[in-house]
């Protein structure tokens, strides 16, 4: 007889996949019959490198397509079976991250309640049931991502790293978590059985119970980096790097043969020096947009990425034993300091907002209220500039331009608040040597 969590997990899936199919349907409607289409612009490139492929030709013929060719191949039977097939795909990848957000907090010991609450919070996000569904692909990608931190939760380390290897090919971005990966990696990831050893999630009340509390405080920041140079000569560490390597390079070999420097420039060298002059919530959008005719020296590049680099580095030295926070809020900063930041993005750190959760002692009233009501309206004010720049025509660029670096301040303040408010875990128990002294922190 199926448990009680099992019927609840069912239900709320089942209830969703019924929306998603539900607006996969009505986005098929609204196309053929409204002038404003559901369906994502990119949708449509994924579909004609699709087609070019079923004809014998490069995904690469279709101008602006600029992914791997996997994705291509993925959305093959676009051509061959239905034109919607590639949503119901993305649709069901999206459905597979929220059982995999329940598997990684069942395995760190989190109540049903309160996972079916984190499931929840990514299955009925309206930013996240509509990117699938109107045929956005990202919904793949953080599937992958949470798979690797189940596979690396349970000692798989050979399987994570050849994930990893794949969807920093398919999806450069995550290439950002390799350095806390090689951390968590270290000498103490494997228990004696081989097996690393998970640091489950206690209640408050639990926490209340104990003198003291097993959770440790970062560590400083010297020692952080010591820790990190000495985990490079750690077995999994090289493992991981070495195997996920070989895939990366491996599939990049496959299509250069296959598509030559079309599949290079396009799929992975345009995303290291895209400078988009279209209007977006990035705060570079109108330097680029005033000298994109110019282009842009070395040192112009190095200055809108350095603050990048540096933030992300800042982070990974501070949080990345807490590897689902840390990789949280490097997501969160390289969207924001990003030269080119769409709504799309935002799917790559909700993804990981569940899995940090039951670790907040933030509660929607008011502090999370006050941290919704700040990031969707500073969102809500620059799309109010972008439409009267996109459909009325009105020279409105600086505005646009300040509404940006507004959006950059409320994502700025929300990293803030989350900090603050999180209950820092590693997540992987590291084992104590003997005379050692272990840090404590006491329940106040």
Not at 65 to 70: L, Q, T
Not at 166 to 179: G, K, M, Q, T
Not at 336 to 357: E, H, R, S
Request: glycine share 6%.
């Amino acid at each position: 007889m199926a448990s009680a969590a099992a019927v609840t997990l069912r239900r709320v899936v089942l209830v969703s996949a019924a929306l998603r199919l539900a607006l996969v349907v009505f986005g098929e409607w609204q196309d053929a019959h409204l002038e404003v289409r559901y369906t994502d612009v990119d949708y449509l490139v994924f579909s004609d490198a699709a087609a070019s492929v079923a004809a014998g030709g490069s995904p690469f013929a279709r101008a602006t397509y600029r992914y791997s060719p996997i994705l291509a191949f993925l959305l093959l039977p676009n051509s061959l079976l239905h034109a919607a097939w590639g949503k119901l795909l993305f649709s069901a990848a999206d459905l597979l991250v929220g059982l995999f957000i329940d598997t990684i907090l069942e395995l760190r010991g989190i109540p049903e309640k309160m996972r079916m609450w984190s499931v929840v919070a990514w299955l009925f996000n309206p930013f996240t049931f509509t990117i699938g569904t109107r045929g956005n692909c990202e919904p793949i990608v953080c599937a992958v991502m949470l798979w690797i931190l189940i596979c690396l939760m349970k000692g798989r380390v050979l399987q994570a790293a050849f994930w990893y290897g794949l969807i920093v090919h398919f999806r450069i971005y995550p290439i950002i978590y390799a350095i806390p990966f090689v951390i968590v990696l270290g000498k103490g990831y494997a228990g004696p059985v081989g097996r690393p050893t998970l640091t489950m999630w206690r209640s408050k009340q639990q926490l209340q119970n104990d003198e003291v509390s097993q959770i440790e405080e970062p560590t400083s920041f010297v020692a952080t980096v010591w820790g990190f140079l000495s985990n490079f000569i750690s077995r999994n560490a090289i493992l991981f790097g070495l195997l996920s390597g070989s895939v990366f390079f491996a599939w990049t070999g496959i299509f250069f043969y296959l598509y030559g420097w079309d599949f290079l420039n396009e799929a992975l060298l345009y995303h290291l020096t895209r400078t988009d002059p279209r209007h977006n919530f990035s705060i570079y959008f109108y330097h680029i947009y005033l000298h994109h005719q110019q282009g842009f020296s070395s040192i112009q590049r190095l200055a809108s990425f350095l603050p990048q680099l540096i933030v992300q580095l800042a982070l990974i030295l501070r949080f990345s034993r807490d590897l689902p926070f840390c990789m949280f809020l490097q997501t969160v900063a390289f969207v924001a300091f990003n030269k080119v930041m769409t709504a799309q993005y935002f799917v790559w750190f909700f993804c990981l907002l569940p899995l940090i959760l039951p670790w907040s002692s933030m509660k929607l009233k008011w502090k999370g209220l006050a941290c919704t009501v700040v990031w969707m309206g500073s969102q809500l004010h620059w799309l109010m500039w972008a439409y009267l720049l996109e459909f009325k025509g009105r020279n409105v660029f600086v505005q646009l331009w300040v509404a940006g670096l507004m959006f950059l301040a409320a994502n700025t303040f929300i990293m803030l608040m989350v900090m603050k408010h999180h209950n820092y875990t590693q997540l992987f128990s590291l084992p104590v040597k003997s005379g050692n002294k272990v840090a404590t922190k006491k329940e106040e």
